[in-house]
T-cell receptor, first 116, second 114 residues
Framework: AQSVTQPDIHITVSEGASLELRCNYSYGATPYLFWYVQSPGQGLQLLLKYFSGDTLVQGIKGFEAEFKRSQSSFNLRKPSVHWSDAAEYFCAVGASSGGSNYKLTFGKGTLLTVNP | EAGVTQFPSHSVIEKGQTVTLRCDPISGHDNLYWYRRVMGKEIKFLLHFVKESKQDESGMPNNRFLAERTGGTYSTLKVQPAELEDSRVYFC????????????FGQGTRLTVV
């Protein structure tokens, strides 16, 4: 069975600083990898995804993530954090269990606080 | 285009009562998923519909939970009777049948059982 580990429960950064959120996964085959963000009062919004091809993927809001098969990692990065990035971030791995069912396995989330 | 919509956004009920959560998927999305999360823990899969058919119920915790999707449009998740441990945020997601990996999530329903 697949699993996702987000080692950092809570991270605090200053506005303008760089950010890296860690994600490690366990999955037997080539994974489909996702990062979602949940801002207060909002739903889960997809930041970016990796299915195949270029291992460095670009997402919305200036985020990027790099798939490293050898390290089973899919870390999320942003070069300069904005106050509006304060939210909870979830890494997920998707697996097909037949047909069009791509159920997701999520990590516990990382809460990001941005200091002015 | 409207996104995935969930009702209510927050529900507070007493232990033993019944609550029904509703999810309206994006129009044309045949795949519909329910997930839930307790604060500080993972978001966990509950079940998957394709149109009105349940394809995967492996995440449903017990028989107090009943999910339906009559007519293949909106879905309901009923909890009867509710227990304190059911206090979680319940998420719904939908995707197109031929694009199952691209799921869109709703804002969630926060259920509090007191």
């Amino acid at each position: 069975a697949q699993s996702v580990t987000q080692p950092d429960i809570h991270i605090t950064v200053s506005e303008g600083a760089s950010l890296e959120l860690r994600c490690n996964y366990s999955y037997g085959a080539t994974p489909y990898l996702f990062w979602y963000v949940q801002s207060p009062g909002q739903g889960l919004q997809l930041l970016l995804k990796y299915f195949s091809g270029d291992t460095l993927v670009q997402g919305i809001k200036g985020f990027e993530a790099e798939f490293k098969r050898s390290q089973s990692s899919f870390n999320l990065r942003k070069p300069s954090v904005h106050w509006s990035d304060a939210a909870e971030y979830f890494c997920a791995v998707g697996a097909s269990s037949g047909g069009s069912n791509y159920k997701l396995t999520f990590g516990k989330g990382t809460l990001l606080t941005v200091n002015p | 285009e409207a996104g995935v919509t969930q009702f209510p956004s927050h529900s507070v009920i007493e232990k033993g009562q019944t609550v029904t959560l509703r999810c309206d998927p994006i129009s044309g999305h045949d795949n519909l998923y329910w997930y839930r999360r307790v604060m500080g823990k993972e978001i966990k899969f509950l079940l998957h519909f394709v149109k009105e058919s349940k394809q995967d119920e492996s995440g449903m915790p017990n028989n107090r939970f009943l999910a339906e999707r009559t007519g293949g449009t909106y879905s309901t998740l009923k909890v009867q009777p509710a227990e304190l441990e059911d206090s979680r945020v319940y998420f719904c997601a939908s995707s197109q049948l031929d694009r199952g990996r691209n799921a869109f999530f709703g804002q969630g329903t926060r259920l509090t059982v007191v």
